[in-house]
């Protein structure tokens, strides 16, 4: 892996829009909140205030729209640009200030200040992505992040907060269904007494899609997502106060999407079609979440966090890869850039011809495992001087992650538009390697408030540490007779500074970083 290191600077005057209008509910200004440390704004009005360009998408919101597609969530936002793949937003595609949208990979994603892309350091591709849904805020820093959250700090970062364990009973049920047969199931249970709380909460949504897969069949999906929290706590009288927290998620995914795309002149006929080649395709996903948090709070000043995570994420995306006519193979890509001059391909993916005794459709069974776990901490103090108000925050984290692929190709043939498996392929004969990252990082902030001048001054540090097993395709047992191995490590210092400045409706703000 290699960083780029660039010395940026921005400068931007920009008159107060929706998220700088005066004096709304969610931006009145509270000094002296200390924030949770599964947030990275907390309200608007932090948002409005911060050193850089942020944007806050509160609870109201999410509620107003009530969206399950994160895509059609983050639109409203300026600067954040999203392209549709399987238009559900189940695996989206996130671009901040210009940053590569593919798979999200370009950008620090977490939920409740955690890592949360399936392997962050080593396969950042994010396969798997929280459900808008389930969330209870949506934060967005561009390009002004480079301190505080990492390892991707030129484009931004996204945090999604989830749902909160209530301060008082609440049960909640939500029902909807709608067309294509979609349907969403959404319920919460949670209470809080004066030393313990809990919120257990539940949300499927489905779709039998709306693409129309040649000779039939379900081009939709199926989603489960389950999280429970448990909360214990000091009482208010006690001199330490103390709070920990541990979570739990769960979430799993059947979802007919495909790889494959139409012809030019099939997509301007028909552009919901489906061939009738990519009937086998499914992505089959699971993740599973364990995090403890704990808080130590010796004043109203000073606080420290800790936080233990683990993330487990398996994924087998079976999906049409290629054709072989006559023993010769060509891509899907290949094919439908020109179906004239390979009609014997399309047409045995179109479903239009039968498959001879040398001719394949080859399934490529993308399965992959995944593991990100770790331990972080921050400390964080603020004080006030006579005419200012100062906070220093230091972090540190240690994480680890892989991903393990161990992946087969299955051949079919294809009679009257329906495919057969002919040869089942043996697991680990096409890619057969774990990928593995153990980063150490560290940065330190101090934000000064002056009048309507802030100043945020830091410096972020990681060492990372990166390796490939390559097993190969012969040694499906892994023994190592055939191991090749690489390493690599990165040390990386990113020192910054960022200011702005609040007029009455014009915020200026700027910064200098390197990335």
Not at 270 to 276: G, I, K, L, N, V
């Amino acid at each position: 892996m290699s960083y780029k290191l660039r010395s940026l600077f921005f400068l931007v005057a920009s008159c107060a829009v929706a998220q700088q209008q005066t004096q709304q509910l969610d931006s009145i200004r509270l000094d002296e909140v200390v924030l949770s440390a599964k947030v990275i704004l907390g309200s608007k009005f932090e948002a409005k205030n911060r050193t850089g360009s942020a944007y806050y998408i509160s609870h109201e919101e999410i509620k107003k729209f009530n969206y399950t597609d994160v895509n059609r969530t983050l639109r409203s936002v300026p600067g954040v640009n999203v392209y549709e793949e399987d238009g559900f937003g189940l695996r989206p595609n996130i671009s901040l200030r210009g940053t590569s949208p593919e798979r999200s990979s370009k950008i620090t994603l977490m939920e409740d200040g955690v890592l949360i892309a399936p392997a962050p350091y080593s396969a950042p591709s994010a396969y798997y992505f929280p459900t808008i849904a389930r969330m209870q805020a949506v934060e967005i820093l561009k390009g002004s992040s480079q301190v505080q959250y990492g390892p991707y700090t030129t484009g931004g970062a996204i945090n999604m907060i989830s749902t909160e364990v209530p301060d008082k009973f609440r049960l909640f049920l939500n029902s909807s269904y709608g067309s294509f047969q979609s349907g969403r199931l959404h319920a919460q249970l949670g209470d809080s007494k004066d030393n313990f709380g809990y919120s257990v909460e539940y949300l499927n949504y489905n779709s039998n899609g709306f693409k129309n897969l040649d000779y039939g069949a379900n081009t939709g999906f199926d989603k489960n997502d389950l999280v429970a929290k448990f909360k214990v706590n000091t009482g208010p009288k006690a001199k330490l106060q103390q709070e920990f927290e541990l979570k739990f998620q769960y979430a799993d995914e059947t979802s007919n999407e495909t790889y494959l795309g139409l012809a030019q002149s099939d997509f301007e006929a028909t552009p919901f079609r489906r061939y009738a080649g990519s009937q086998a395709d499914q992505m089959n996903t699971e993740h599973l979440q364990f995090m403890g948090t704990h808080t130590l709070k010796f004043s109203d000043y000073f606080r420290i966090t800790t936080v233990a995570y683990h993330n487990d994420f398996s994924r087998n995306w079976y999906k049409l890869n290629d054709v072989t006519v006559n023993g010769n193979r060509l891509g899907i890509a290949a094919i439908l850039e020109d179906p004239l001059s390979n009609s014997d391909y399309y047409n045995l993916v179109n479903g239009t011809a039968n498959s001879g005794a040398n001719d394949i459709l080859a399934v490529k069974a993308n399965n992959r495992n995944y593991l990100s776990t770790g331990v972080q901490t921050k400390f964080d103090y603020h004080w006030k001087g006579e005419n200012t108000f100062n906070d220093i925050e230091i972090g540190l984290r240690y994480h680890y992650d892989e991903e393990d692929r161990f992946q087969w190709v299955d051949d079919y043939g294809i009679t009257n538009g329906l495919m057969q498996l002919t040869t089942a392929g043996i697991p680990g004969t096409d890619s057969n390697r774990i990928s593995d990252a153990r980063a150490f990082a560290s940065f330190a902030l101090y934000k000064l408030k002056f009048k309507n001048l802030t100043l945020t001054p830091g410096v972020r540090y990681e060492n990372i540490r990166l390796g490939r097993a390559n097993y190969g395709s012969n040694d499906i047992a892994r023994t190592g007779i055939d191991l090749s191995t690489r390493e690599n490590s990165v040390d990386v210092f990113i020192p910054g500074i960022g200011f702005n400045y609040n007029f009455e409706n014009i915020s200026l703000f700027g910064g200098v970083h390197k990335g």
